[in-house]
C-alpha cells in the first residue's frame, strides 16, 4: 500500500519539518566568506523547503535539482541554483558541495535496483572529502548500501525519525562523512547492517554531542547543469557568458554613437530635403524663431509613362519620389512638400 501511495506522489515525500530542523541543529556551519563558501546539494528538492531550512542554517549557497516542472518552480523561490530533471541526467562538479542532503525516493527503478543505493552511488562524487552526508532512508534498507558507505564515507552517526514521524516509513537519518579515497572498512560495514535492524535511538530535537562541520570550499561558480538542451537556461547563459558580452564583438556590432559633428561645408537644400526623406529626422522638433514644426520624410517608388516608338506600346519606368510632412507645432497646420514628377521640383500642398 505504501509503495503505491509512492507512486502516485512520483516518490515524492517530503522531510518533516521537525525533522529538518533537528538535522540542521546537528550540523556546525564553517566560517564563510572572501574566498570561501558553503554549497549545499538536495538531489530530490521537492519545493525547496528542506534545503532552504539546512542551507539557511550552515549560512550555505543552495542547489536543488527536482524531477517535477511545478515543484522545481517552487524550489526556485527557496533556493540559489534549480534544475528541473532528474537527477541521473546532470553535469556535476566532482567535490564542490560541502553537504549532501540526500532524501531519495523510497522505490526500485526500472532494472529493480534500489533508488536510495542509485542516488547515493550517483552523487557522492559531489561531495568534496570530509563532506557531510545526511541519508534519509528506510532504516530497513540501509544494509543495501552498507558496503559502498563503509568504502566511501566514515564517521557514522545513525538515528531513527522521531514518533510519531516513525510511524509512516520507518525512516532513518544518517550522518557520515566522505573519505579522501575509498577503502572498505569491514567492522563499519558490519555495524551499518547491525544498525538496519537493530533499535535506534531517536534523532533528537537538540544534539547532546559535538556537532558535524560541515567544511567550506573554494568560491567561485562550478559545473551544475542539464545533459539536456534547455532553451531558457541556454539564453540566460548566453547573456551572462556569451560572445555577445565580449566588448570586441559587441563595438564592432553597435559602435558607440557618435558625437554630433559640424560639416566642413553649409549643407544646400538638396542635402536638406535628401536627409529628411530618408528619415534621418523622423519625429525630430525643428525650432527655428520661435517656431516649432515637427518633421517625417519618406521615399517611395512611382511607375511613369516613357515615349514609345510603337503608339500601341505603353512603357513604364520606375522612379523614386520623395514626400516631406512639416507639422506646425502651434497652429496645428501640416504641409506635404512632394517632388513634382515632371521638373523634380517640390510642389507644396498646406491643409488645417
Known amino acids: 500500500m505504501a509503495r ?10 517530503p522531510t518533516p519539518p521537525r525533522v529538518v530542523a533537528a538535522v540542521a541543529r546537528h550540523l556546525a556551519p564553517a566560517l564563510t566568506g572572501g574566498k570561501r563558501v558553503v554549497r549545499l546539494l538536495d538531489p530530490c528538492a521537492g519545493i525547496g523547503e528542506a534545503a532552504a531550512t539546512v542551507a539557511k542554517v550552515l549560512n550555505a549557497e543552495s542547489y536543488g535539482i527536482e524531477l517535477n516542472e511545478e515543484r522545481g518552480e517552487a524550489a526556485r523561490g527557496r533556493l540559489d541554483h534549480v534544475l528541473t530533471t532528474s537527477a541521473f541526467t546532470i553535469r556535476l562538479a566532482n567535490g564542490a558541495f560541502s553537504c549532501l542532503f540526500l532524501n531519495p525516493p523510497y522505490d526500485y527503478d526500472d532494472e529493480k535496483r534500489r533508488l536510495e543505493h542509485a542516488f547515493l552511488t550517483s552523487l ?3 561531495l568534496c572529502p570530509e563532506g557531510v552526508l545526511v541519508f534519509l532512508i528506510p532504516q530497513r534498507r540501509l544494509a543495501v548500501s552498507a558496503r559502498y ?3 566511501h564515507y566514515t564517521g557514522f552517526g545513525a538515528y ?9 516509513f520507518r525512516q532513518m537519518v544518517l550522518f557520515a562523512f566522505r573519505k579522501p579515497h ?6 563499519a560495514q558490519a555495524r551499518l547492517e547491525t544498525w538496519s535492524e537493530g533499535d535506534l535511538a531517536p534523532l533528537p530535537d537538540e544534539p547532546s554531542g559535538p556537532l558535524l562541520d560541515v567544511p567550506s570550499l573554494p568560491a567561485g561558480e562550478i559545473l551544475f547543469a542539464s545533459l539536456f538542451f534547455d532553451p531558457v537556461q541556454a539564453a540566460a547563459e548566453a547573456q551572462r557568458r556569451g560572445v555577445w558580452t565580449q566588448p ?3 563595438e564592432q556590432l553597435w559602435p558607440p554613437d557618435e ?5 566642413l561645408m553649409p549643407l544646400r537644400k538638396g542635402h536638406l530635403a535628401l536627409l529628411i526623406a530618408a528619415g534621418m529626422l523622423n519625429n525630430v522638433v525643428l525650432e527655428q524663431e520661435g517656431q ?3 518633421v517625417k520624410g519618406r521615399t517611395y517608388k512611382e511607375l511613369v509613362p516613357v515615349d514609345s516608338a510603337d503608339e500601341d506600346t505603353e512603357i513604364q519606368r520606375e522612379v523614386l519620389r520623395t514626400s516631406v510632412v512639416v507639422l506646425d507645432l502651434a497652429t496645428g497646420c501640416f504641409e506635404v512638400v512632394d517632388q513634382n514628377g515632371g521638373t523634380g521640383d517640390m510642389e507644396e500642398k498646406q491643409a488645417a
Not at 503505491?4 to 515525500?13: C, H, N, T, V
Not at 575509498?182 to 567492522?187: E, N, P, Q
Not at 558625437?259 to 560639416?263: A, K, L, T
Open 4 to 13: 503505491l501511495k509512492s507512486i502516485e506522489k512520483a516518490g515524492y515525500f
Open 124 to 126: 557522492t562524487r559531489a
Open 149 to 151: 558507505l563503509a568504502s
Open 160 to 168: 531513527r525519525f522521531p514518533d510519531p514521524e516513525y510511524a509512516a
Open 182 to 187: 575509498a577503502a572498505l572498512d569491514v567492522a
Open 248 to 250: 570586441q564583438l559587441t
Open 259 to 263: 558625437r554630433p559633428v559640424r560639416p
Open 292 to 294: 516649432q514644426v515637427l
